[in-house]
């Protein structure tokens, strides 16, 4: 089951629940961003309607990110500024 869980600056939190809709991921890089577009491929939902996420991450926080999962082989990840 997909979901996403973010907390805005005012301390309330936002879910979005994808249950067992497939899912379309499209990732996105520049030198400072990367963005993650997460979408639901609900058919019967009209276009405004329909569940996604959109993630803008710094590239920074990303690139180390990544580099700590690689070099713990898979493991848990956490980004941190």
């Known amino acids: 089951m997909s979901h996403v869980i973010i907390r805005g ?11 067992n809709a497939e899912i379309t991921v499209e990732v996105y890089a520049n030198e400072e961003n990367v963005e993650l577009v997460i979408e639901a491929l609900d058919e019967g939902h009209p276009s405004e309607k329909k569940r996604f996420a959109l993630v803008n991450i710094p590239r920074p926080a990303f690139d180390k990110a990544m580099a700590e999962m690689a070099r713990s082989k898979g493991t848990a990840l956490k980004a941190v500024d």
């Open 9 to 19: 600056n005012n301390g309330r939190r936002h879910e979005i629940d994808f249950d």
